[in-house]
């Protein structure tokens, strides 16, 4: 186990921060998207012509990626960071490092939503998972020196939990 801690809160203000740059993007994009589909150069001028449908469905995407975020900075504002020892079974906030990733300084924090966001923290790497992923949904519940068998694509990860707090 690492000597120095990684800082939770500082942790989550970084992914809010992220969350709150893709929140503006996508509404910039959203924006753009809508724009688009109700503009006078996108009406149809033949049967064929599907510009002004391909613009209304970027709008909807794009819309539905705004909720998505504001959805998950909703959720890291009520997320509530728990200490962990070998008593306590891994759940949201963990910070969980497997023994292949020890001498890499690599962590995971299960959080709510940003599955994939990565930074480097206190001389640390960590990535974020949720409990939705493969990794996530196997470290949920398990223990400090626990072994996992994780199907990742079509590859086999067999570990062992070194470290969570």
């Known amino acids: 186990m690492t000597s120095k801690k990684i800082n939770k809160k500082a942790l989550v203000a970084l992914i809010v921060k992220n969350l709150k740059q893709e929140l503006s993007q996508a509404i910039n994009a959203a924006n753009e998207a809508h724009a688009a589909a109700v503009d006078d150069q996108s009406v149809a001028e033949t049967q064929y012509d599907t510009l002004a ?16 975020l504001q959805e998950a900075l909703l959720n890291y504002k ?3 960071l728990v200490e962990f020892d070998v008593n306590k079974s891994i759940a949201l906030s ?13 962590w995971f924090f ?4 940003a599955g994939g966001f990565r930074c480097q923290l206190d001389g640390q ?3 974020v998972i949720t409990p939705k ?17 994780v199907m990742l694509g079509n590859s086999k990860l067999t570990d062992y939990i070194y470290s969570v707090y």
């Not at 497997?98 to 001498?103: E, T, V």
């Not at 299960?110 to 939503?113: C, V």
Request: hydrophobic letters at 40%; proline letters at 4%; glycine letters at 8%.
């Open 53 to 68: 449908i391909e613009a209304s469905y970027l709008a909807e995407g794009q819309s539905r990626r705004v909720l998505e």
């Open 78 to 80: 009520a997320l509530i």
């Open 94 to 106: 963990a910070l969980v490092q497997l023994y292949a990733d020890n001498k890499k300084k690599h």
């Open 110 to 113: 299960i959080g709510p939503a």
């Open 125 to 127: 790497y960590i990535t």
């Open 133 to 149: 992923s493969p990794i996530g949904l196997t470290l949920m519940q398990e223990f400090e020196g626990d072994n996992i068998d």
